[in-house]
């Protein structure tokens, strides 16, 4: 039984002014804001305001990273958060895949028809498609080749995952949302981390050594760790097929259906690809890759001097997660550009990386790095008397739709 003391205390709280109410409702958790909504009538109508022409701006701020003015489709913000609060781990980030030597990009997203979180693979083709390559003489030297460069950037039509009131199975820790399309199955396993001091050999985890982490995990999946123990910054995805139940003649089927393939996602966090004045260049890119099509770069600015592209997509020469060129040195301009195509820019000594098939036989050769703007660059590889190009791509922009 509460004593007088504790009954006083108690109403002076409850007597609060509305304002230092709110400050205080403001800086609380999720359970204790729902706890606090059940104390008095007084204190649930700030927080879940029975007239729906205000909005419950207090469960708006229990999911930022939404970014959200309206809870659309849900009719409040609580019952969004309600639906998505296991998953807001996975919004706006962009994930990398270790998919052999191509890899790909998902990037989270809110979905404002279904009000889920959706995992969505990003593209890039050339205008007129990847196959299509138009090269035009250099004006500065003729044996040179400059590719245009268009790049078609988009969101595939369908998310691979998508996430609302979908929940952990607690016997393994693993997220398997309930639509599935035709025979194609997949889930979302958590992931923990790795200690660096038992990272024997690179290979074996992921986000690979070029890509800056905090954390890194195993590729093998063979952990299953609890929701205390997972991280937000990697994932595992679970592929498999089914044909209604039906083996397939030649092929070796588990319990589940064909047997599945493991997939492991890391985030590239925020701070490595968002540009600022002391590293303009840091972002991620689209890059002209000849007869591979578009290939996603990580600029990665470790310094204000200093640049280093690693790839986020690849191919069977250089796959993803290896560098694909350096410049040591920004400050070390060679000339400025006096040609049509990039007059008054600065040029600058770089390295780009080459190797045969299967990453075999790598060097670094001459290159040059022409900074047409903070959002374009152009590199001259002097062994293949080419000029490619690149182009920053708006991620933000993706998850978040068009600034205003």
């Not at 279904?114 to 138009?134: F, K, Q, S, W």
């Not at 350096?326 to 770089?350: C, F, N, T, Y």
Request: hydrophobic share 35%; glycine share 4%.
């Amino acid at each position: 039984m509460a004593s007088s003391d504790e009954k006083a205390n108690s109403a002076a709280i409850q007597s609060c002014p509305n304002e230092i109410l709110q400050l205080i409702f403001q800086n609380l958790n999720s359970v204790s804001l729902a706890r606090c909504s059940t104390v008095c009538s007084h204190w649930r109508e700030l927080i879940d305001p029975s007239d729906p022409s205000i909005p419950d701006r207090l469960w708006a701020r229990q999911a930022p990273c939404l970014r959200l003015k309206s809870p659309t489709p849900y009719t409040r913000f609580r019952d969004l958060y309600a639906s998505l609060r296991n998953h807001l781990w996975l919004h706006g980030k962009i994930w990398m895949s270790n998919r052999l030597w191509t890899g790909y990009i998902l990037l989270s997203t809110y979905n404002l028809e279904t009000g889920a979180i959706d995992l969505t693979n990003i593209v890039a083709t050339r205008l007129g498609g990847n196959h299509r390559e138009d090269l035009v003489p250099w004006s500065r030297d003729e044996s040179i080749s400059v590719a245009t460069f268009d790049p078609q950037v988009s969101l595939w039509t369908s998310p691979l995952l998508s996430f609302d009131n979908t929940v952990l199975d607690p016997n393994d820790n693993e997220i398997k949302p309930s639509m599935q399309e035709r025979s194609f199955y997949c889930s979302l396993l958590r992931a923990s981390a790795v200690p660096p001091e038992a990272q024997v050999l690179s290979k074996k985890y992921w986000p690979p050594p070029h890509i800056p982490a905090a954390q890194r995990t195993d590729i093998s999946c063979e952990d299953k760790p609890s929701r205390a123990d997972a991280i937000d910054s990697a994932f595992h995805i679970r592929k498999w097929i089914m044909f209604g139940g039906m083996p397939v003649p030649g092929v070796v089927m588990s319990s589940n259906g064909i047997d599945s393939q493991i997939e492991t996602f890391a985030t590239i966090s925020e701070e490595h690809y968002t540009p600022d004045k002391d590293h303009p260049y840091r972002g991620i890119w689209v890059g002209d890759y000849s007869t591979h099509g578009c290939e996603f770069i990580l600029f990665h600015q470790e310094t204000p001097t200093k640049l280093k592209a690693v790839k986020i997509t690849g191919d069977l020469n250089v796959p993803c997660g290896e560098i694909t060129f350096v410049v040591d040195d920004l400050r070390a301009v060679i000339r400025v550009a006096d040609e049509r195509e990039w007059p008054g820019a600065k040029v600058i000594s770089a390295k780009g990386q080459i190797a045969q098939q299967l990453f075999r036989d790598s060097e670094l050769v001459d290159a040059e790095m022409i900074c047409v703007s903070f959002d374009e660059i152009a590199l001259l590889w002097h062994f293949s008397s080419r000029i490619c190009r690149f182009r920053r791509v708006d991620i933000e922009g993706f998850i978040y739709g068009p600034r205003e």
